[in-house]
């Protein structure tokens, strides 16, 4: 079955340092999607990406899709105190109805 | 902005009883799920329904977990034999593309199994 990974698990950044994490699948993925996760919250839907090599951009945030839709990452600039949070990518494969989600890369940020 | 609701927020019950967790999803959307994650770990996927009935399930989702729309507007997970491991944070989610666009999830159910 499919599965989705994601790293690094941790990552504590000084505010205002950058943070990049990578979301990896075992089989090729029609979409992906990023939602955030802040403490004791639920998962709130960030963007979605359909497209091979894919760019979009959110503020400081920055989404791209891997050339071979196997891999995605989301990038932070200049990370604020805001940020904290769990970021999870969710994947989904064609003729699936549903996504999975990777285990998730909590950000603390220390101002 | 639409909201998917959840109630209980927070459930406490005794291994073996049956609980009933509720959900309504946004009004116009037509897929609706159910994940859960324990404490600090990632999002488990449920099961799927849509058009009055499962589209999917995990292997999670066993004999002791059922789904529900009694009526137009809500939509229930029962977990007729509670076990202590099935204690978790319990998310509804509803979309109106089969997740095409992203889910909206409620703010969460958190289950506790004594």
């Known amino acids: 079955g499919q599965q989705v990974m994601q790293i690094p698990q941790y990552q504590h950044v000084q505010e205002g340092e950058d943070f990049t994490t990578y979301c990896n699948s075992s089989?090729?993925?029609?979409?992906i999607q990023w939602y955030k996760q802040r403490p004791g919250g639920h998962p709130v839907f960030l963007i979605q990406?359909?497209?091979?090599?894919e760019v979009k951009k959110q503020k400081r945030l920055t989404f791209q899709f891997g050339e071979a839709k196997k891999n995605s990452s989301l990038h932070i600039t200049a990370t604020q105190t805001t940020d904290v949070g769990t970021y999870f990518c969710?994947?989904?494969?064609?003729?699936?109805?549903?996504?999975?989600f990777g285990s998730g890369t909590k950000l603390n940020v220390k101002p | 902005e639409p909201e998917v609701t959840q109630t209980p927020s927070h459930q406490v019950t005794q291994m073996g009883q049956e609980v009933i967790l509720r959900c309504v999803p946004i009004?116009?959307?037509?897929?609706f799920y159910w994940y859960r994650q324990i404490l600090g770990q990632k999002v488990e996927f449920l099961v799927s329904?849509?058009?009055?009935?499962?589209?999917?399930k995990s292997e999670i989702f066993d004999d002791q977990f059922s789904v529900e729309r009694p009526d137009g507007s809500n939509f229930t997970l029962k977990i007729r034999s509670t076990k202590l491991e099935d204690s978790a944070m319990y998310f509804c989610?509803?979309?109106?593309?089969?997740?095409?666009?992203?889910?909206?999830f409620g703010s969460g159910t958190r289950l506790t199994v004594v």
């Open positions: 989610a509803s979309s109106d593309t089969r997740g095409l666009g992203g889910y909206t």
């Open positions: 089989t090729t993925l029609s979409n």
């Open positions: 990406l359909v497209k091979s090599g």
């Open positions: 969710a994947g989904l494969e064609d003729n699936f109805n549903k996504f999975y």
């Open positions: 009004s116009n959307h037509l897929y």
């Open positions: 329904f849509y058009n009055n009935e499962i589209s999917e």
